[in-house]
């Protein structure tokens, strides 16, 4: 037992003294932040209003003037707010407070198009629009001709659909200008038509209009809003901690091996303990730095949680549970881990042997938003029974609003503790058989022989 | 505490068609410097690591220090294996103490013996330099710190001088011998055939897989009494083929730069000697001593070096003496 804590110790050290351990441990809340703070500042701040020339070619006579209205930037800029003020309307008060100015907007947007219109009323020459939009044009450039249907105000006869408009573009228009004129087009057929019809267009509106609901999560701390996109996200961030803390520590424990068993150190080690001993040790070392980053990491998701007053959501027994399938999905990962460290010289003959093991981790992600849409359905139930993907089929199906029997985790957390046993047994044969094995990289064969023959 | 160090009986291990180790018998006593020599491939490592537990035995049984195996007297055996590994990483000092704590020494005692041994050794200051920094010899050196710092009751060193300069070699002899005079047993293993003549009292050979020899150095040099002189004459034209009408000498063999003189047997070489000098007067004249590189030569050329071979050879050195050994 001492020396199988003497081993762990150096291990957990040696992994995070290192500066890629630190780096790499920062590095996932650093760029989340980073995506969230920084990148659309970043994104928008620099983005220069659009530029050019529209021309409008209106056969129907009726619908131009309210087109060139429409595409007047101070309209763009009102239409972006409604809209957005509509969006935010359940929203914190702050954030529809926010919506309510322009400049915000811009911000958030980018800014809007400022698109000159050039009037051919009447103009149907399809082909001199095409010759305009292609011509070189010495101040702004030409981005799109409009070229209104003839039918787009007076339903022919025997049609119940109105006609439409077409957009002819020049490369230089980029999608969100196109979005943007098509709004407005939109905008004002519908105007002229309603205009036409005697419909007071307020008025439509407000009917169409149903406001969002609120969604309000009943918890024991009192009433969250917000608190379904929480429940939402919960199991898929569960997920993810259990790999992160998984591969961290999986890689980590492949490379030590590789490492001591390529500079030859394992043999003074070995002179010294058992193959079993440097084994224990080495996952012991692994599972306490696996630890400390999921910890971490839970620690800054309660902190994130308590700062927005949330915690009441998070039941304390996820925590648990995610514990103890991280412990259990460690197991068989760091022992499948080791016992490639063991059986290789070198990182790059690892790679045909950690394909399988790759796929066995991808697995639950290809399952999750099976599980997490029906928690309950035969896929999820059979999946809590399989290892290793169990644990985070599990983790899934706990985080959901609805939780599985009490037999079904406990199931799951025996099945899994019995891959994991079959799994050190595995890695134990391999581990000592493999270290001093220099040659020719093994198959996965020869590791099952190995195995067989230790 | 009175067992033998390390017993070996029908010792064996293949890997997979190949037979490194071939059912080997070995006794070696407490206190011995013992040679484990032959040549590269004979199995040597093999049966060092099966003896450290590092590997299992096919067939056969063992004991160390008195053990059913080394894995329960870890802590009483140092070791110094062929392939020289590190952690890269560390700083000398806290491999050592790493490595001395594994064996059961507490830090602030594996600390005060590295740094003596790291002088003694001639790398003295070294303690908080990175292993990847170090030089070949003296990681080498290093290393071998770490194979004694648990002062052992058996000490195994597998070729601990490959690589090392002269004056290296020389202070490792030295430390070498103090663990010897400290009672320490040591198997040695090497294939440089003068290293094992001039530290070991004991000495096993194997080739093969198969123990070819296992002699005390005394016996060896007993049964391969002197009963060649060799002489190189003053003057270049000295009848030496004049020197077989003496009534010692068995027969004269002609060399490059004089004469092998092969005595018959029970002839007391010192009076033979006097004969020799009085009939040609000597440049040079030695009586020719025993040379385990000859024995081992001797044994690598010979392809079916199988237990009659063995015998043979044996017979050959009990009859003949290392003649024409080395042709």
Redesign the interface.
């Known amino acids: 037992m001492r020396r199988i804590a003497l081993v762990a110790r150096r291990e957990f050290v040696a992994t995070i003294s290192t500066k890629g351990f630190i780096v790499g441990l920062l590095i996932m809340p650093a760029l989340a932040l980073a995506f969230v703070l920084v990148a659309p500042r970043l994104m928008n701040a620099r983005s220069p209003a659009v530029r050019g020339e529209v021309v409008v070619i209106d056969p129907t006579g009726a619908v131009a003037a309210e087109i060139v209205a429409a595409l007047d930037p101070a309209a763009i800029a009102e239409r972006r707010v409604e809209n957005l003020r509509r969006t935010m309307a359940n929203a914190d008060p702050a954030l529809g407070e926010l919506a309510a100015s322009s400049e915000a907007v811009a911000q958030a947007l980018g800014q809007a198009p400022v698109l000159r219109t050039i009037d051919r009323f009447g103009e149907t020459n399809l082909e001199a629009a095409r010759a305009w939009l292609l011509a070189e044009s010495p101040g702004e450039p030409h981005l799109a001709a409009i070229v209104v249907h003839p039918d787009a105000m007076v339903r022919r006869a025997g049609r119940s659909e109105f006609g439409a408009y077409d957009v002819y573009a020049s490369r230089a228009l980029d999608d969100a200008t196109e979005s943007v004129i098509h709004e407005s087009v939109r905008q004002a057929i519908v105007t002229v038509r309603l205009r036409a019809s005697g419909l007071d267009r307020a008025a439509l509106e407000a009917t169409m209009r149903v406001a969002r609901p609120r969604a309000v999560t009943v918890a024991a701390g009192g009433d969250q809003q917000a608190g379904r996109d929480f429940n939402r996200m919960l199991p898929f961030i569960l997920g993810l901690l259990l790999f992160a803390g998984v591969i961290v520590s999986g890689q980590t424990l492949m490379t030590s091996t590789i490492e001591e068993k390529s500079s030859r150190v394992v043999e003074v080690l070995l002179a010294a303990v058992s193959p079993f001993q440097l084994m224990a040790g080495k996952l012991l070392g692994q599972l306490a730095v696996g630890l400390i980053v999921l910890l971490l990491y839970v620690g800054v998701g309660v902190v994130a949680l308590v700062s927005f007053a949330m915690l009441g959501l998070l039941d304390p027994m996820l925590i648990l549970y995610l514990v103890g399938f991280f412990l259990i999905t460690y197991l068989v990962f760091g022992a499948l881990m080791i016992a490639i460290g063991a059986a290789v010289n070198q990182i790059a003959d690892a790679q045909s042997l950690m394909g399988p093991v790759m796929l066995l981790m991808v697995a639950p992600y290809l399952l999750a938003p099976m599980v997490s849409r029906a928690p309950n359905a035969p896929v999820a139930v059979i999946a809590s029974f399989v290892p290793p993907v169990n644990a985070f089929v599990m983790m899934t199906r706990l985080a959901s609003p609805t939780p599985p029997p009490a037999w079904h985790v406990l199931a799951a957390m025996a099945l899994g503790l019995g891959a994991a046993v079959g799994c050190l047994w595995f890695a134990a044969k391999v581990f000592k058989v493999g270290l001093l094995m220099h040659g020719t990289p093994p198959n996965v064969a020869t590791l099952i022989r190995w195995a067989r023959s230790a | 505490m009175d067992a033998a160090a390390i017993v070996l009986s029908s010792l064996s291990k293949r890997f997979g068609a190949v037979t490194a180790v071939d059912g080997i018998d070995l006794v070696v006593p407490r206190g011995v410097t013992c040679g484990f020599i032959g040549p590269s491939g004979a199995g040597k490592t093999t049966c060092i690591?099966m003896i450290?537990?590092?590997?299992f035995p096919d067939a056969g049984s063992l004991s160390v220090l008195g053990r059913r195996s080394a894995?329960e007297a870890?802590d009483r055996?140092?070791?110094l294996?062929e392939?020289?590994?590190?952690?890269?990483?560390?700083r000398v000092m806290a491999f050592l103490t790493?490595?001395a704590?594994?064996?059961?020494v507490t830090a602030a005692v594996a600390s005060t013996r590295a740094a003596a041994l790291l002088e003694r050794l001639g790398v003295g200051g070294i303690d908080d330099q990175r292993c990847e920094d170090l030089s070949k010899g003296m990681l080498q050196r290093v290393?071998f710190v770490?194979?004694i710092i648990n002062e052992p009751d058996l000490l195994i060193l597998d070729e601990p001088f490959g690589g090392l300069d002269p004056v290296s070699v020389r202070r490792l002899k030295e430390v070498i011998a103090d663990e010897h005079h400290r009672g320490a047993t040591i198997l040695f293993s090497t294939h440089i055939m003068a290293q094992a003549e001039e530290m070991c009292q004991h000495v096993v050979m194997i080739h093969r897989g198969r123990k070819v020899l296992d002699e005390p150095m005394a016996g060896l040099r007993r049964q391969f009494d002197p009963r060649t002189i060799r002489i190189e004459p003053l003057e270049a034209g000295a009848d030496l083929l004049a020197l077989g009408a003496l009534p010692c000498v068995e027969r004269v063999v002609p060399t490059a730069d004089g004469c092998e003189i092969r005595l018959h047997a029970g002839t007391d070489p010192a009076a033979a000697m006097r004969d020799v000098v009085a009939r040609v007067p000597p440049a040079r004249v030695e009586l020719a001593r025993v040379r385990l590189e000859d024995v081992f030569l001797r044994l690598v050329a010979d392809d079916a070096a199988t237990d009659v071979a063995a015998r043979a050879l044996r017979a050959d050195l009990q009859g003949l003496g290392p003649e024409g050994a080395a042709a």
């Open positions: 690591r450290m537990a590092i590997l894995l870890k055996i140092g070791y294996p392939e020289r590994g590190v952690y890269r990483k560390m790493y490595i704590q594994l064996k059961g290393q770490g194979a």
